[in-house]
């Protein structure tokens, strides 16, 4: 397939230029407006394909343990003729530890028969040769999780540096592990060197303490003034982060920084093929969309808590969702009420 693609999404008013090769992606409003959101379909799919892992990590926020459920190889490729139709661009199979999965290579290379770009996150466990072969042939990118112990992940950076595959580090920001952040970016510059870039993702406190939640203190100061010195690798940040990133507002160039897509141009699939806006929506008090008794681009276009999301996102002060007070804040048209599922917001409200 093509390594370059040029959309002009005139219902959406909206253009797109993506490069499957480097990654390179610019979205550009027609009117010279940013737009809101695409009305044909997900840009980006992020699909559990497990929730099988062996870590039982008790931060995950989707609780994954070795008891976890694949989701069928057919049920996969009937969502991807779907996915295919409607124009989805990127796949990002998750899980659990999706490498894990025992028809994954099946995954990739299926992702790829359909003209959709796969990535995935994997925690460093079940890396074969034979999977990084596979990523190598079909995918744009791999990251790996950064945590205690570190072995795996290092042992996963130095083996796609071998491979020559690009690889980013995933790392979980809250209270407890910030300081980690800061030693990395300080002192691990060899390490550095071998990535392409760091995502930091904020805490989500579905099955922990809320009491992790990143608060603005010296040591998140710290950390973001570290963050602008930083030019060995880049440094990317989840959209759930996008209140804290108005610290660093001025320092940042607007084409550079975009609020939630979920509903956007996002969207999640439990391996129970179930969609949701996010996938932090999934084992919350919000129920998804059964795929398999509507379509992907029915629950797009219709669901109901598509249009709730896309009304939250484009409404300051909707009750519907946590937001409360953003229509008085100045920040809003930068974060447009930051996190819309939990209260892990740097105001707080």
């Not at 390594?3 to 005139?10: H, P």
């Not at 595959?165 to 920001?173: A, E, G, S, T």
């Not at 099955?207 to 003034?225: G, K, R």
């Not at 806006?277 to 379509?295: E, H, Q, R, V, Y």
């Amino acid at each position: 397939m093509s390594d370059i693609i040029f959309r002009n999404y005139q219902k959406s008013n909206y253009k797109i230029f993506f490069d499957r090769t480097s990654g390179f992606f610019i979205r550009l409003g027609n009117s010279g407006k940013e737009p809101f959101y695409n009305l044909e379909g997900p840009e980006l799919l992020d699909i559990s394909i497990t929730n099988y892992c062996e870590r039982n990590c008790d931060f995950c926020y989707r609780a994954s343990n070795k008891f976890g459920k694949h989701m069928d190889f057919n049920e996969y490729k009937r969502l991807l003729k779907q996915a295919e139709k409607i124009g989805v661009l990127q796949i990002a199979l998750g899980g659990g530890n999706p490498n894990q999965h025992p028809d994954f290579i099946k995954f990739l290379e299926e992702t790829r028969k359909h003209f959709i770009l796969p990535s995935y996150t994997t925690n460093g466990q079940g890396m074969t040769e034979d999977v990084y072969l596979a990523t190598k042939k079909f995918c744009g990118a791999i990251a790996v999780s950064w945590y205690e112990p570190y072995v795996d992940a290092r042992d996963v950076i130095d083996k796609c540096n071998e491979y020559d595959i690009k690889v980013n580090i995933h790392f979980l920001l809250n209270k407890k592990t910030i300081k980690e952040a800061i030693r990395l970016l300080s002192n691990e510059k060899d390490l550095l060197r071998k990535i392409n870039a760091i995502i930091f993702l904020n805490y989500k406190p579905i099955y922990t303490s809320a009491d992790l939640c990143l608060i603005e203190d010296d040591v998140l100061l710290e950390f973001f003034d570290i963050i602008t010195k930083v030019e060995i690798c880049k440094i990317g940040f989840d959209s759930c982060m996008i209140s804290y990133l108005t610290i660093l507002k001025r320092k940042l160039r607007s084409e550079t920084v975009e609020f939630c897509e979920a509903s956007r141009f996002s969207a999640f699939i439990s391996e129970d093929s179930f969609m949701y806006p996010c996938s932090f929506m999934c084992n919350t008090k919000w129920k998804g969309i059964d795929l398999k008794k509507t379509t992907l681009d029915k629950a797009w276009s219709n669901g109901d808590l598509f249009l709730k999301m896309r009304k939250v996102l484009n409404t300051p002060g909707e009750q519907e969702f946590p937001i409360r007070s953003c229509d008085k804040c100045e920040q809003y048209n930068f974060c447009h009420g930051g996190c819309q599922i939990f209260n892990i917001n740097k105001c707080r409200y």
